[in-house]
């Protein structure tokens, strides 16, 4: 190597540190501001009803029993004036279709109203955090408090605090308890806490997630775990209603005094306060577009609006709209004229047939229900009079509030004779049921070897017009 290459330097050039990306967010808890305004008071409205509806419905009484009684030992659920047996399960199917169809209609047209408003995630978050006012104070004093160092006044309040959520979540566990096993039965237990293990159990697991979802997790359970925010976007289009920051308005942001014109100091009308971010409760910022994490509650609505009022400036700069209004494409008055489209109309199509097939068969049911099982013990048997016999056990369900009187005929073969083992009158008290053994003779030379059909008649004796043929087999011989 020459001595001129020798003299040139070289550049030895660091490899850079690997950087460590988390998989992550870190979480940052969210004292939000508290706000007044029309929507908060629908909101408050919506979780008052809710929890009204919930925690109330189980304390009714219908005809001396629990109105709404989900009997699982028996087999029955009782809705009011209504028994539903097993076999009825078809129509929780139509309801789960007319919930799945009705929330994406609902979505398509108004987009996250019922996450803000009705949610339970959202109705037991406002509950607790009214608990959290009530004892820890506004959103300043709650953050200055958990900043403080432990001591024996931020334990107690701590306590307390934690205490009335635990006895509120607790509480909803055993009112979901108290619509299987009466709710009367499981407050006189409770001095003894003389319950069984399922009913503690779920007590507590429900009453344990509660608080776990509503107390700790909040806006975390709606970003991360809901998959309803995931997949709204699907059923969203440019007139689903949203809530939105009008920036052609807003934009650009910043302080002044009150009364000043924004367009004389070459800014929008957004005076960049924050407090739409303050209030949000999953601690998101409105002014930065539609995002999957908002819950569609408004609060940045009524925080801007009271903004607006102070500085004299019109409202709605942060309101409910769609994103065609947005664009230009159609006043904030014509909303309504934009909610029928095809979309709308094959959810609302759908949804109106399951619902009416639903009704209408649920309208035309039978008072009563009749099962048949044949006596595969003892397939056939011979008489003293040289017939064939076969045994069946008839179930009698009464669906109706008044006791009902059946009476029972056999046919399918000639001559059939039919014995009914016990009383010969079928008497079946309102929701309860009754088996009826039954023993069905044959001649041999109609009841051949194999399998005959043949048919059991139940009508009402009070009405026989009501009535029901139920298929069964003869065995022969």
């Keep these: 190597m020459s001595d001129s290459l020798k003299d040139i330097p070289i550049k030895v050039e660091a490899k850079p540190a690997a950087e460590t990306v988390s998989l992550y967010a870190v979480t940052k808890k969210i004292y939000t501001r508290d706000v007044r305004g029309i929507f908060t008071n629908w909101r408050i409205l919506f979780v008052l009803g809710t929890q009204l509806f919930y925690l109330g419905l189980p304390w009714l009484n219908w005809n001396g029993r629990q109105a709404v009684w989900f009997d699982l030992v028996d087999r029955k659920f009782y809705l009011f004036g209504l028994t539903i047996w097993p076999q009825d399960f078809v129509y929780l199917a139509a309801l789960l279709m007319c919930c799945a169809f009705g929330l994406f209609l609902w979505t398509t047209v108004a987009g996250r109203l019922w996450c803000g408003y009705s949610c339970p995630q959202t109705v037991y978050t406002e509950i607790m955090m009214w608990i959290e006012r009530l004892v820890e104070g506004n959103h300043n004093q709650r953050a200055k408090l958990d900043q403080q160092p ?240 076969n045994s069946y056990m008839i179930n009698f369900m009464n669906v109706s509030n008044q006791t009902q009187h059946f009476k029972l005929s056999v046919d399918g073969l000639p001559s059939l004779k039919m014995q009914i083992d016990g009383p010969a009158a079928i008497i079946v008290r309102p929701g309860a049921s ?18 005959h059909p043949i048919h059991f008649t139940a009508r009402l004796a009070e009405d026989p017009t009501v009535l029901t043929h139920e298929k069964s087999s003869f065995i022969g011989e």
Aim: proline letters at 4%; a positive charge.
């Design 434 to 451: 009754q088996e009826v053994n039954v023993r069905v003779q044959a001649d041999p030379q109609y009841a051949t070897a194999g399998s």
């Design 150 to 389: 432990m001591s024996a006044r931020k334990l107690g309040i701590k306590i307390v605090k934690h205490g009335l959520m635990l006895l509120f979540a607790l509480w909803t566990g055993v009112t979901l308890v108290g619509y299987y096993t009466p709710i009367h039965q499981l407050v006189a237990a409770a001095p003894t806490l003389s319950y069984g293990p399922s009913e503690t159990f779920w007590m507590l697991f429900y009453g344990g997630f509660t608080y776990l979802f509503a107390a700790h997790m909040r806006e975390q359970v709606c970003k991360y775990m809901c998959p309803y925010a995931r997949f709204q976007s699907v059923m969203f289009d440019a007139d689903t209603l949203i809530i939105s920051y009008d920036a052609a308005r807003g934009d650009p942001r910043g302080g002044r005094k009150k009364g000043t014109d924004p367009k004389a100091a070459g800014l929008g009308d957004c005076i960049n306060c924050g407090i739409c971010v303050q209030v949000c409760p999953v601690g998101i910022d409105i002014r930065d577009g539609l995002q999957y994490e908002c819950i569609g509650c408004a609060a940045c609505v009524d925080a801007c609006d009271e903004v607006m009022d102070k500085m004299n400036y019109p409202r709605g700069l942060v309101s409910y709209t769609t994103e065609n209004v947005q664009e230009g494409k159609y006043s904030a008055k014509q909303i309504k004229n934009h909610i029928l489209r095809p979309r709308v109309v094959m959810y609302s199509v759908v949804l109106l047939a399951v619902l009416s097939t639903a009704v209408i068969s649920f309208a035309m049911r039978l008072p009563f229900k009749v099962d048949i099982i044949r006596d595969r013990a003892a397939l056939v048997r011979e008489t003293n009079d040289g017939l064939l016999e």
